[in-house]
């Protein structure tokens, strides 16, 4: 496969050439480096959350917007279909990347952590990329700085000039998209976290609610996280049967269904992830599984209706 790293590259060229349209602010480092404001000082927006998504997946995801329902409210729903799972969300799209610096706090995700390959995703789907340019989305309520750049440039093996940096705040529109469209790469991750070889995964969509902007960052991680785990939809192709790792996938599975992520999180130390409400696995040549359901009237009351 061509380098992931390239075809997002590709990707931040076309934000970067309709910036003023996708209300995204791009900044030039003394790197070199180059940072893309997609919401943080930057108003961003739905189509600049849709881009920030696909640059998370290198390109090797189609994803749309659709309206949908949430208790009987129209809410703009994200969708993400991809062939390519084990690469485009395990070792792309995945938040693998914690940048914990005395004065910068995020979390990297995006192509950049296939030119390092140090998690286990890398060795079970057997993909490394290489190349000299690398883009690291990047969920912070700061902008990245020379340090980070300088960070990221180290660890790929690239120059500083070479790095993008997308950046974006959950509590942000962009943000709130990308969130959404995380839905089919959780069910994958804990289908690996369960033991199931993620090359047996042909083809994932997933579906989940643009979760209501909330500026303060404690906020806009529990509505996004309650839009995966009580909005969330997944169907995967398989070739592989395995109904107690294919039951692991839901929401329902884990002890704190039915309780909002607000609550969740202070219980955990703001350390516990969503999974989708719902999903549908098809083995080929095989039966099809249905597990889950999803949560309205909780959707509603984390989004304040």
Known sequence: MESINRMAVELVDEALDFADELNVAPYELDSGATVLDFGVDADGGIEAGVLLAEIQTAGLSTITTRMGRVD???VPHVELSTDHPGIALLCSQKAGWELDFDVFD???SGPARALVGRESEFEAVGYYDEFDLTVLAVESIELPDDQIAAHV???AGVEESGVFLPTFALGSIAGSVAAGARAPEMAVWQ???AGYDP???LSVSGTAPVAPVGYDESEAMARTNDALAYGGEVHLTVTGDDADAFESITSAAGEEFGRPFADIFGAHDWDFEALPASATVDVVDGPTYRFGERNEALLA?????
């Open 72 to 74: 009987g409210a129209p």
């Open 106 to 108: 995020g979390l990297g």
């Open 153 to 155: 440039a180290d660890l």
């Open 191 to 193: 289908l690996f976290e």
């Open 199 to 201: 090359n047996d995964v």
């Open 301 to 305: 009351e984390s989004f304040g209706f």
